[in-house]
């Protein structure tokens, strides 16, 4: 419990935790609404193209001040995230297309810009291509103070639109007919993405921040069907991914923090999509088999009271080989008939032949008539 | 120029059009995203394919990365057959984790060997002809050109032969299937030759230009034409032209040539997007204002129709008059009546407007419907 003694007293892991943590959850708010608009892709978009927006900040302030830098990201990431709404409003070029042509083209603009300034004489660029890959470490408190406030005024944003965003969310067409102004709200919902994600381009870095928005709010998705509780959770499962995945990195050597943070939100998704009631897999595939599992022990038993139903004596045994052949290539019919047994409804005679009991034959009879009195 | 500058550009086009005719198929299957997915875990098969082999010259690295590249497509869709996410998310939460996978084994167990994440992301096209193949001394050129020449080769005889099948599962799925031809089988034969352009491209160029070329020429040429063979054409072209002005663009500002190349091809995109002939945004702006003066006209025409020989005739038929009626402004107005006029559907008496036969027909028409 070394890490949570040095939480508290180490000004270093204490700022990165909780700069992780604030962005984790401020990305996880937004990601939600994206992921149920089918955009999770924006966020990639968006990430690649800040990066002219920062280094064209720099250039013209020659500031390397966070607030400057984030502000000239979220221009840029704004500027090309309309681009892509105009070019699939405006074309028949696919969204995912249009969503590729930004992230691409911005970002080589991007990477032009970086190599530009690098070959300045005067300027000295260093740290800004700390933006690609993030580096928590530099985070001062200056930074989170930063990501805090920025998030926070994204955060408040969702309150207040969120009956709005709600509606863009699932039926954009009936908040039309309500007479709200759904294209301004998108460019509204669509800010505020632009907004959660710059702050986290210093930290995580711009390949793996599109990662906060998805995760986060996949993970959410599996353990409730209401958009409060989804988008709550997302939010939680950002900043635990963000404050585990920063400490895990700060506690081992060469470890980045970027590719840590994503990593705990990926074990996140695929713990969700494993154990989450109802929808997870794990559960599923324990329904699917008691499922097959009961409709055998049906057919069997089915089975059998057809065989007894043959012989004078309804408690005549009938061999195993019997009752494979009338279940058609069904596996399992010998696990099936021990079942039965356990249930006291079938008995094993020597020989390997099988009966029903007499409660076996009571339960076949009673079951043969309801099927026949619903059919 | 020097022989180095020819060499580059040589490169860059072989490069550029190798992406581009691919990225045609990627653009009308709508996945292009899966080319961002794959140029970025390549860099995962990579890795892994370094700590079997322990060297970076060894061609079995870019076998590595081909192969996760397929995984990468098998994978996405695997997460999204649970159901669970939609196919955006699905690719969303697979590449970062495959990436961060590579970024970590990077950092934690080859840091000192030259596997640098950012040439790899990034590229250095300028680098290129400085790694040559030379087998028993003889040099034979660049590699990068033999192996991206070797690429192209295979990508256009991959197009030919299988020209139809491509374009039948690429619009039509469900008839493709019900014809015979596995719609599935062509997927993944298909993405596996993205993934060998990907990773052949990357090596050369950096990943974030191949997501560039392989998705910005196709995307302009879709623009201008919609004759299969006509998008491929112009699609190479238009890739071949963003390599060589982002080579003089770059040598200019003493840039990155692969930035400067995806930004030609995007100021490409831009300018087929604002001018394309039929579908361009201008042509669309002004077909639109074609038809709002059309109407107009029209307008006028049935306006001057429904008060003929009517009481208010004398009031209605005032040029001044139709901003009130219509609502229209004066400078309009006067615009319309000008074009209803040299049209020969109006003629205009003492400051009054009145129908020709030939703008009574045109009322008429438009009136029955």
Sequence with gaps: MNLFRELFFDYTLRTVALGAGSLGAVSGTLGAFAVLRRQSLLGDAISHAALPGIVLAFLLTGSKNTLVLV?????????????????????????????????????GLGLVLLTYTQRLPTASQAGLDTFLFGQAATLLMRDVAVIAGLGAVAVMAVAVFWKEFKLLSFDPEFGATLGVPMRSMEIVLTTVLVVAIVIGLQTVGVVLMSAMVVAPAAAARQWTNRLGRMVLLSALFGAAAGVSGALISASTRNLPTGPTIVLAATVIVALSMAFAPERGLVWAGIRRRRSRRAIQVDAVLEDLFALAQQHEDGTHGHPVAVLEAMSGGR?????????????????????????????????AEARRSTRSSTA | MTPIEIEIQVIAIVVSVACAL????????????????????????????????????????????????????????????????????????VFPALFSIAVILIARFAGNVHLDTDAVLLGELAFAPFRRLRPGGIDLGPRAL?????????????????????????????????????????????????SITAVGAF???????????MIAPPAAAYLLSDRLWVVLLLSALFAALAALTGFWAAWLADASIAGSMATMAGIFFLLAFLLAPERGVVAGARRRARQRIAFAQLMLAIHLFNHEDTPEAEEESRVEHLGRHL???????????RRAVAADWVHRVNGRLGLTDRGRDAARTALAG
């Design chain 1, 71 to 107: 502000l000239g990201a979220a221009v840029a990431g704004w500027i090309g995230m309309l681009f892509v709404l105009s070019v699939v409003r405006g074309s028949r070029i696919p969204s995912d297309s249009a969503l590729g042509i930004v992230l691409s083209v911005f970002f």
């Design chain 1, 331 to 363: 596996t399992g019919v010998e696990a099936t008939l021990r079942v039965l047994e356990s249930r006291r409804l079938a008995r094993r005679l020597p020989d390997d032949a099988w009966a029903l009991t007499p409660e076996g034959l009571r339960e």
């Design chain 2, 22 to 93: 691919p990225g045609v198929f990627l653009v009308l299957r709508r996945m292009a995203l899966m080319s961002d997915a794959i140029t970025h875990t390549v860099l995962l098969g990579i890795v892994l394919a370094f700590f079997i082999v322990e060297s970076l010259s060894s061609p079995l690295l870019l076998f590595g990365a081909a192969a996760m590249g397929v995984l990468t497509i098998t994978l996405v869709e695997a997460v999204r057959r649970t159901g669970l996410v939609r196919e955006d998310a699905s690719i969303g939460l």
């Design chain 2, 146 to 194: 033999w192996v991206m020449g070797g690429i192209l080769l295979f990508d256009l005889l991959f197009i030919i032969v299988f020209f139809k099948e491509l374009k039948i599962t690429t619009f039509d799925p469900a008839l493709a299937a019900a014809l015979g031809f596995s719609p599935i089988v062509m997927h993944y034969a298909f993405m596996s030759i993205v």
């Design chain 2, 203 to 213: 090596d050369a160029v950096g990943s974030v230009l191949v997501v560039a070329l």
């Design chain 2, 327 to 337: 609502r229209w402004r004066p400078d309009f107005a006067r615009r319309i009546v």
